[in-house]
């Protein structure tokens, strides 16, 4: 199976200027981990998770004031659409990071997660285990 098969094409996206704060409810809302961040000034392609976010409020630091920009990773490992999900999982795992920015031809196509690839590898129906 290929990350394309797994990725989710609808992403949030979010600018330098958001704060933190924005940044969670949104988040929150579309129950996801991860936004791409569009940052010309930083390098073009970002990515905001939620332990960024949980980081800097364990620094202290007031979400309400903070802005996304500040607390983006700029170093982004990009996954191909034509990756396997062993090769994602693998970047994954050697990154110690759990979502990826999918580019196609240079543009953002969606972001693939380690739950992404866990539901693509579990069987649909796979039994509960007895507790």
């Known amino acids: 199976m290929l990350v ?5 094409t609808v992403i949030l996206t979010l600018g330098p200027a958001h704060t933190l704060r924005q940044a969670a409810t949104l988040m929150s809302a579309r129950r996801i981990g991860a936004a791409v961040v569009f940052d010309p000034d930083a390098g073009g392609i970002g990515i905001l998770t939620e332990r960024d976010i949980l980081n800097s409020v364990g620094l202290g630091q007031n979400p309400d004031t903070e802005r996304t ?23 994954m795992t050697q990154g110690g990071f759990r979502h990826l920015i999918v580019l196609d031809h240079g543009e953002v196509a969606g972001i693939v997660s380690v739950r992404d690839i866990i539901r693509c590898w579990l069987p649909a129906r796979e039994p509960a285990p007895a507790l």
Request: glycine share 0%; charged share 20%.
């Open 4 to 8: 394309r098969d797994a990725m989710s």
């Open 69 to 91: 920009h500040a607390h983006t990773t700029t170093d982004v490992v990009f996954a191909a659409p034509t990756w396997t999900l062993h090769e994602a999982a693998r970047a």
